[in-house]
């Protein structure tokens, strides 16, 4: 029997088997429209601790709030979704192209996406207006897989000053002139995807100054929003 998966909010305490909790209003929805949930079926809850069994306990009344509760049965327990991923590097691309390639970041577990520009960069003008645009379609992505964090994006850097931020975690740049890719590193890092035509040299050179590798994932240059999620794919280890 497959069960159904809905996200549990991020903002309130972690439940413990048996509460009785809410659902907010989204995923409320999503369980009584799409899932057709009724009371006494199991489904699994994504949160910011990890996925736990719940079941269906009380639907809402006529006239009132359309909220779901569900009663925990078992405790949340860590798993691949929980996993803390890299912070994505992406160079802006003209059109939906970067729209799309912000939900599938989310999907895979990026932990954070930042628009970069960068000398071959074309689309520029329009990525602090399409900020708030990009932050909601990661997060309604990140619901609909019932990934339980969210990937944040941010408002759109220069390369330089992304290169710059100190993280921790392999530090990687994904170009055709790189070295063969290493094991799948998984985890926390920073991965940089640059445009169409690839970064110049002197960002590459700017690149391994601040520390980064270069590294390639094959000999087929890929558009960029395909480079970036082929290059998620492999750091997250999926697929193994």
Known sequence: MKIRRLTFPQD??????????????????HGLTVLRLKPGQILELAGPWGLAQATVEKLPAERCPLVLWVRL?????????????????LALIKGPRFDW????AAEL????????????????????????RWQR???????????????????????????????SGPKLVLDISGG??????????????GPEGGLTEDELNLATEA???????????????????????WWLGLGR
């Open 12 to 29: 309130q305490p972690r439940p413990e088997p048996g509460d009785l909790v809410p659902l907010d209003p989204v995923q409320s929805r």
């Open 73 to 89: 049965i078992s405790p949340f327990t860590s798993n691949a979704l929980t996993a803390p991923g890299p912070q994505l590097g």
């Open 101 to 104: 390639a912000v939900e599938k």
């Open 109 to 132: 577990g990026a932990a954070s996406l930042t628009p970069l520009t960068t000398k071959r960069t074309v689309s520029t003008g329009q990525g602090h207006l399409k900020h708030s």
């Open 137 to 167: 379609l990661a997060e309604e992505a990140r619901k609909q897989c019932g990934r339980p964090t969210s990937m944040t994006v941010d408002q759109p850097q220069e390369l330089s000053e992304f290169l710059m931020r100190s993280a």
């Open 180 to 193: 063969p890719a290493p094991p799948a590193p998984g985890g926390e890092g920073t991965l940089v995807v």
């Open 211 to 233: 520390g980064f590798t270069l590294v390639s994932l094959g000999p087929i240059r890929l558009r960029s929003e395909t480079a970036s999620l082929a290059a998620l794919a």
